[in-house]
């Protein structure tokens, strides 16, 4: 069993930048995502085990940025926030480095972190 634990979410105004940090129990691929509600979970970003691959969703490319810096933490940078990026946000470990876009890629889920951007 894969303990996650993201943290950094808050109340923002549009337009401000947000730091989310995801710390794993163990080294897995991880990714995040996020739901607003009544739709969807959304893939945003994701990174492969090792670091080296990191793939972003077209809905936020150009905004929010993935990093890991260390072997178990690792961050979605948020820049630019909008009232539409207002959701909770998720990160989730998988156990391979395929089909990270996708949700059932993932074996384990955080309890997640509100977002809001509000002015």
């Known amino acids: 069993q894969v303990h996650l634990e993201e943290s950094g979410g808050g109340l923002v105004q549009p337009g401000d930048s947000l730091r989310l940090s995801c710390v794993a129990s163990?080294?897995?691929?991880v990714g995040w995502f996020r739901q607003a509600p009544g739709k969807e979970r959304e893939f945003l970003a994701a990174?492969?085990?090792?670091?080296?691959?990191k793939y972003h969703g077209n809905s936020v490319k150009g905004r929010f940025t993935i990093s890991r810096d260390t072997a178990r933490t690792v961050y979605l940078h948020m820049n630019s926030l909008k009232p539409e990026d207002t959701a909770i946000y998720y990160c989730?470990?998988?156990?391979?480095?395929?089909?990270?876009?996708?949700?059932?890629?993932?074996?384990?889920w955080g309890q997640g972190t509100q977002v809001t951007v509000s002015s």
């Open positions: 989730a470990a998988a156990p391979s480095n395929r089909n990270l876009d996708t949700t059932w890629a993932y074996e384990y």
């Open positions: 163990e080294r897995y691929a």
């Open positions: 990174i492969t085990y090792s670091g080296a691959n």
